[in-house]
T-cell receptor
Framework: DTEVTQTPKHLVMGMTNKKSLKCEQH?????MYWYKQKAKKPPELMFV???????INESVPSRFSPECPNSSLLNLHLHALQPEDSALYLC???????????????FGPGTRLTVT | AQSVTQPDIHITVSEGASLELRCNYS??????LFWYVQSPGQGLQLLLK??????LVQGIKGFEAEFKRSQSSFNLRKPSVHWSDAAEYFC??????????FGTGTSLTVIP
């Protein structure tokens, strides 16, 4: 199984709502990533978890809160978002450095988020 | 600082013509190099990767890429483009600490 799944596919939320994005992989990868992607732009790294610990936080606003409950799951909790946060949110996973094929990232299909 | 440059923002080719997409990177050591493709509204699909060894790597969908250390380049090629290849192409670099850097992307249009 080389699939990364993300739910929901689409999400519309108001600026006062609280919602969560979910990501799951069963490839035994110990690194998981959240990216934000605007139209016609490359993905921007938000967070990296390595062995279920947050290892990289690219100065993301606190209205985005990641969580890694176990090695297969990654959540992104959303609260009090702004319209400019509307984007495609991509999850990815990879093996960690020192393993075979490190850094080769497998991406999910993304969640299209619209903030109204 | 690490960086990945894709000099061509947009390329248009005729179906059946050859294709080359350019990628240059800036990193102190040889990084792990990747090419991804993204169709509109979709996630990213890995086309090919280079870690070490043979500098010409083959990927899916008939793509290949050549690593040239002296030029810090990892250009993507395809001998004959199909209409279904129209998409956004991203070069990427993976470095220690699970850091991952994307280039700005090249948008490919294929005309009949």
């Amino acid at each position: 199984d080389t699939e990364v799944t993300q739910t929901p596919k689409h999400l519309v939320m108001g600026m006062t709502n609280k919602k969560s994005l979910k990501c799951e992989q069963h490839m035994g990868h110990r690194a998981m990533y959240w990216y934000k992607q605007k139209a016609k732009k490359p993905p921007e790294l938000m967070f990296v978890y390595s062995y279920e610990k947050l290892s990289i936080n690219e100065s993301v606003p606190s209205r985005f809160s990641p969580e890694c409950p176990n090695s297969s799951l990654l959540n992104l909790h959303l609260h009090a978002l702004q319209p400019e946060d509307s984007a495609l949110y991509l999850c990815a996973s990879s093996q960690v450095g020192g393993q075979k094929s490190p850094y080769e990232q497998y991406f999910g299909p993304g969640t299209r988020l619209t903030v109204t | 600082a690490q960086s990945v440059t894709q000099p061509d923002i947009h390329i248009t080719v005729s179906e059946g013509a050859s294709l080359e997409l350019r990628c240059n990177y800036s990193y102190g050591a040889t990084p792990y190099l990747f090419w991804y493709v993204q169709s509109p509204g979709q996630g990213l699909q890995l086309l090919l990767k280079y870690f070490s060894g043979d500098t010409l790597v083959q990927g899916i969908k008939g793509f290949e890429a050549e690593f040239k250390r002296s030029q810090s380049s990892f250009n993507l090629r395809k001998p004959s483009v199909h209409w279904s290849d129209a998409a956004e192409y991203f070069c990427a670099v993976g470095v220690s600490g699970n850091q991952f850097y994307f280039g700005t992307g090249t948008s490919l249009t294929v005309i009949p």
